[in-house]
């Protein structure tokens, strides 16, 4: 767990998979670490095909990379990680079955969810702390106070997500271990010095 941004994959935001490509590339040669495909829409053999890509690029950059709630797709192209979803697999089942062979996040969006979820991940992700359109299903945005309740209530790092910008990070950031992002990097113009950005506000 070498990483504070976590970048999340939304491949709708390009015109084509090239550019979306070339921006995750982009963005992990720029100093992201640690980078998630997420694409719930495609089909089992479409997300295979496009994580064997992303698996080459993340390689290329020295970044880990982790599969959404697709253990066997994970295992397929030999990534670092899962991301497991609520109403995905059990981190405890994961853990268990495939023991030291993945690292594993859990999205979480309570307090209840992210203490249960503690026991078996080796971090989550806890949000929307801020409105984002990518998680207005889970309702109203949790907020920094709740946020910092979950940061005092569970034993792993804790990665804060949802709205997150150059402008309200570092409000975030003195509450968690990590930020993950989507937006705040891959909808932006120019996404080097978006990453560039968010470094120089930490310190990184």
């Not at 994959?9 to 084509?16: A, T, V």
């Not at 996040?105 to 991940?121: D, P, R, Y």
Request: hydrophobic content about 40%; some cysteine.
């Amino acid at each position: 767990m070498n990483f504070k941004f976590y970048l999340i994959s939304d491949r709708k935001l390009f015109l084509s998979e090239e550019s979306f490509l070339n921006a995750v590339d982009t963005a992990l040669k720029t100093g992201i670490k640690a980078f998630q495909l997420r694409e719930k829409d495609m089909t089992t053999r479409e997300f295979y095909f496009l994580a064997k890509k992303l698996r080459e690029i993340t390689r290329r950059n020295d970044a880990l990379f982790f599969i959404n709630d697709r253990v066997d797709v994970a295992m397929a192209v030999e990534a670092d990680g899962v991301h497991l979803p609520q109403n995905g697999l059990p981190p405890d089942i994961v853990k268990k079955i495939w023991k030291d062979k993945f690292l594993i996040g859990v999205s979480t969006h309570s307090l209840k969810e992210a203490i249960e979820s503690s026991e078996w991940a080796d971090f989550i992700t806890f949000g929307p702390v801020f409105y984002t359109p990518s998680k207005s299903q889970y309702g109203e945005p949790l907020g920094v106070e709740t946020l910092k309740k979950v940061k005092s209530k569970v034993r792993c790092p804790v990665f804060a997500v949802g709205g997150i910008k150059h402008d309200n990070i570092k409000t975030v950031f003195s509450h968690c271990d990590g930020v993950a992002l989507i937006s705040g990097i891959l909808a932006q113009s120019n996404i080097e010095e978006a990453v560039k950005q968010y470094l120089k506000i930490l310190g990184e």
